[in-house]
């Protein structure tokens, strides 16, 4: 039977794996996390454990450096039994992959070996009250002070909101002509001014925790800069 996928052996290993942990844990908690929206806690936790916070990572900071076509395999079979879980994965994943990106954030390495470790789950903060669909296009701006910068922002959706460790957030440079002129930083949940407005209340994916952040005052330091500055389009 032909794989859709084209997977090898190794990454044909970590769908199954996937698949059982999916039909085992996943399947088990999905109807009371849609039915109560509440965090798929116990799904996101035998994830961590399983080594799947790092799929995507690569190998020399402890990942198990597969790429896109693993990837996809290990979130159908997620999303077979649960699409919040799915979601939150899909958002950690990508987040995760544009901090391998970078090439300004001086604890880089520190933060990807905790993510491959199960120690650190991310997400993305990009889309804005004010960029509607246009999620890449920031309304809220890094302003100058002192040594690092200062923003205000309200960032409309943020999958895990209440439960992510870290945001890849935006916002456009100092002095930017243009919405696509922004620059990528990286933002811890319990960083001071950084609020929890609401919770998600949808049809649908009611586990994802989906909701709004808000940033007021909130204070970036130059070492939390993912991007130089106006380059956030390039990684986005």
């Given at each position: 039977m032909i794989d859709i996928y084209g997977l090898d052996e190794t990454a044909g290993t970590w769908r199954q794996k996937a698949a059982a942990l999916a039909a085992d844990v996943v399947a088990r908690h999905a109807t009371d996390v849609d039915t109560n929206a509440r965090f798929p806690s116990e799904s996101?936790?035998?994830?961590?454990?399983?080594?799947?916070?790092?799929?995507?990572?690569?190998?020399?900071?402890?990942?198990?450096?597969?790429g896109p076509a693993t990837?996809?395999?290990v979130v159908e079979e997620i999303a077979r039994h649960c699409g919040s879980t799915a979601m939150v994965y899909v958002m950690h994943i990508v987040a995760a992959k544009v901090i391998e990106t970078s090439a300004t954030l001086p604890t880089r390495a520190n933060v990807l070996r905790a993510i491959a470790e199960g120690k650190h789950l991310t997400t993305l903060a990009l889309s804005e009250r004010g960029s509607r669909s246009q999620f890449w296009a920031p309304v809220s701006q890094l302003v100058e002070q002192g040594n690092g910068y200062r923003t205000?922002?309200?960032?409309?959706?943020?999958?895990?909101?209440?439960?992510?460790?870290?945001?890849?957030?935006?916002?456009?440079r100092p002095g930017a002509q243009s919405p696509l002129d922004f620059t990528l930083y990286l933002l811890s949940r319990t960083r001071?001014?950084?609020?929890?407005?609401g919770t998600f209340n949808g049809l649908g994916l009611r586990g994802n925790d989906s909701a709004p952040v808000q940033l007021d005052?909130?204070?970036?330091?130059?070492?939390?800069?993912?991007t130089e500055h106006g380059k956030g389009l390039i990684i986005i």
């Open positions: 996101m936790a035998a994830l961590a454990q399983g080594g799947f916070y790092g799929l995507c990572i690569d190998v020399s900071f402890g990942g198990q450096g597969q990837f996809a395999a205000d922002a309200f960032k409309s959706w943020v999958t895990a909101a209440h439960h992510a460790d870290s945001y890849v957030a935006s916002g456009q001071p001014g950084v609020q929890h407005p005052g909130v204070a970036v330091q130059q070492e939390e800069l993912l």
